[in-house]
């Protein structure tokens, strides 16, 4: 900057102001500065500003595994938010590796974010809390943890399941089986309870037998779904936890050559591309996955911004969408 200030002949002030786009410069001065900013290749050091504002330009987010394209749309969401505003995003996925995920947190504390984004983390609600607690700004993506200072984006995973589970049982099906997901993720806790809550409003007895709780990926589902089809050969439907445990349910049926829909219907969760893809396409409950990202970069710059935001919390609605495997 002392170098610019000398060329251009005027005060290091008068650079910091045309740097940052303040006021109380003349046009002729603010072209002047910049026309030798361009001359001598000059890049703001953004350490000395981090040390200046106290903020790094930085966000975090953490992720269970970004090869889900359910985290990956997310993730797209909060990249595109933040590039709005001029902020920069550290992603960590932690391969649904709690201890990794704890260090994760640790390391963006270390590299001074300016706040953090946690989706659907794996930890319990206490490990969480005690990861997040040196962290000022916080928003938790379909968590909810009430002790907590963050903010909260969900989507509407109990009332999506309830849709797919009366679409099921409307269409003729009373043996549903259910591929639960992990059993700490707090999206399949509330699935499960949508799948409790329409089964006993419809009349149908809840089976525990018929959950299986299963990796969140097509292999995930493939082994769940094989367990239970052997276990309960009646089933004459599967709701999954998501659009890949649907998948690998699907390479499941095919493997004993039980036709879908014709012989057990199957329906996921997220409507990710490839739903629309596969044979059959998916029957699915549509998730707004990149309006998650962008809702909560938005509420993590809020209070950025130093307006409170303990305990805010923006629920998004979902839609069934129906398709050959379960129609």
């Known amino acids: 900057m002392a170098d610019v200030a000398r060329e251009a002949g005027v005060s290091l002030m008068t650079v910091s102001r045309v740097i940052n786009d303040k006021g109380d410069v003349s046009d002729d001065t603010r072209q ?5 900013v361009e001359r001598l290749d000059y ?13 790094t330009g930085t966000i975090g987010l953490l992720v269970p595994d970004i090869s889900n394209p359910f985290f990956a749309d997310v993730a797209r969401g909060v990249a595109d938010e933040a590039y709005l505003e001029g902020y920069s995003v550290f992603l960590c996925s932690s391969d649904e590796d709690t201890a990794r995920e704890l260090e994760f947190v640790a390391s963006l504390e270390e590299k001074r974010v300016d706040g953090l984004i946690a989706c659907s983390s794996r930890l319990s609600a206490e490990d969480l ?3 997040l607690a040196r962290h000022t700004n916080v928003v938790l993506i379909n968590r909810r943890i009430p002790d907590l200072h ?4 969900l989507a509407d995973d109990r009332a999506g399941a309830c849709l797919v589970v009366e679409h099921l049982v409307r269409t003729g099906h009373r043996t549903i089986g259910l591929l639960a997901g992990p059993p700490a993720s707090y999206s399949s806790k509330a699935r499960l309870a949508g799948y409790r809550a329409v089964l006993e409003e419809l009349g149908i007895a809840f089976a525990p037998e018929l959950v299986r709780h299963c990796a969140p990926t097509d292999r995930g589902g493939e082994e769940a779904a094989a367990e239970l089809l052997t276990l309960r050969p009646d089933i004459t439907a599967l709701f999954c936890y998501n ?3 649907a998948v ?8 004993r050559q039980l036709a879908v829909p014709d012989r057990i219907a199957v329906a996921g969760f ?16 549509r998730v707004p996955r990149h309006n998650i990202g962008v809702e909560a970069t938005k509420s993590l710059l809020t209070q950025i911004n130093g307006e409170p935001c303990n305990g805010c919390e923006i629920v ?4 069934l969408v129906v398709r050959a495997s379960a129609p």
């Open 270 to 285: 997220d409507d990710i591309a490839i739903a629309a893809l596969v044979v059959p396409p998916l029957t699915t409950c």
């Open 243 to 245: 659009d890949l445990v």
């Open 316 to 319: 998004l609605p979902v839609e």
């Open 32 to 36: 002047r500065v910049l026309a030798v």
């Open 43 to 55: 890049r703001p050091s953004g350490i000395a500003r981090s040390l200046a504002t106290r903020r």
């Open 248 to 255: 690998g349910a699907l390479r499941a049926c095919a493997a």
């Open 129 to 131: 809390s005690g990861a």
């Open 150 to 153: 963050a903010g909260r984006v």
